[in-house]
Nanobody, 130 residues
């Protein structure tokens, strides 16, 4: 089991910034690729960003490229999402998730395939006002 707890959400004006953090506990954090997803009211959950277990590779949804940055600290068992130039359409509940690195050749985690992310946090609300 991997337990994930997000923090850092809140209310911010358009153009502002927020930094989300996700703390992991349980199994070896460096065995997992990590991802951030979000769900807006009335919409399906969508992929936001992913980072390899080593931190050496990252991927982003087109809608957040150039504005969001995912990073991780394996020594502290944390993953962060720095969100800049926020827009009202970034509003939603943000979830961090963990995908086990059991198949080194698989890139499903990289492209945000939710089915490979086995563990999920409870989410943190981000609201961007216009």
């Amino acid at each position: 089991q991997v337990q994930l707890v997000e923090s850092g959400g809140g209310l911010v004006q358009a153009g502002g910034s927020l930094r989300l953090s996700c703390a992991a506990s349980g199994r070896t954090f460096s065995n997992y690729h990590m991802g951030w997803f979000r769900q807006a009211p009335g919409k399906e959950r969508e992929f936001v960003a992913a980072i390899r277990w080593s931190g050496l590779n990252t991927n982003y949804a087109d809608s957040v490229k150039g504005r969001f940055t995912i990073s991780r600290d394996n020594a502290k068992n944390t993953v962060q999402l720095q969100m800049n130039s926020l827009k009202p359409e970034d509003t939603g509940i943000y979830y961090c998730a963990a995908a086990f690195n059991g198949n080194p050749s698989s890139r499903d985690w990289y492209f945000g395939s939710a089915s490979v992310y086995r563990y999920w946090g409870q989410g943190t609300q981000v609201t961007v006002s216009s």
